[in-house]
């Protein structure tokens, strides 16, 4: 679910030259998801430990490399008896399948700040397509602290869980099939 090198093909050339790794700022990055419960609303749920990160060239806006990892066990719904829950294995599993892994090696951009990213979710051990939306919000040297040059980035996309075999209460309608993915990250440049 973690995803996120997603606006690199946006970049313009002339801000940085040459391949570059980025890596996620863990303090700056939120991987979150929201999923229908029982049709009265959606519940919002998000995972506390993410890291990642991606090469990318800005003079052939060539993506390589794309990782994202998520610590299934840091989910956090705000709920202690929900997140046990949807640690179990009804839902994520965390004590078979401790992460969850986006992995990706291009991106599509369709104008100056938006593009996709096609690339393969692992969830529950099966792995399977998945696109994001991305928005690229800013590409710039940082303001304070480290100075380095920062790609603020905003992913969106959806997924059926069924799709990857987690299909607890969808059939009899307690908890919903889709789940919208909310992603907001910054990734520096590595030096």
């Known amino acids: 679910m973690k995803t996120l090198a997603f606006a690199l093909a946006l970049v313009p050339a002339s ?109 529950l051990g099966n792995t399977r397509p998945l696109s994001l939306d991305v928005t690229l919000n800013k590409a710039d040297a940082y303001p304070f602290g480290h100075k380095r040059f920062t790609l603020g980035l905003t992913v969106r996309g959806t997924l059926n869980r069924s799709d990857w075999g987690m299909d607890y209460g969808v059939a009899n309608g307690l908890v919903g099939d889709e789940v919208t993915l909310i992603i907001e990250t910054e990734a520096m440049r590595m030096e």
């Open 15 to 123: 801000v940085v030259a040459d391949p570059a790794r980025y890596e996620l700022d863990p303090a700056h990055t939120t991987v979150a998801f929201l999923v229908d419960h029982v049709g009265y609303a959606a519940t919002l749920g998000l995972f506390a430990q993410v890291e990642g990160g991606f090469t990318y060239d800005t003079d052939t806006q060539a993506l390589s490399d794309v990782i994202v990892t998520v610590t299934a066990d840091s989910i956090e719904t705000l709920n202690d008896a929900r997140d046990e829950h949807v640690r179990s294995g009804d839902f994520l599993d965390v004590g078979s399948h401790p992460q969850i892994v986006f992995t990706a090696t291009n991106g599509a951009p369709t104008d100056a700040t938006t593009g996709t990213v096609d690339g393969a979710l692992t969830l």
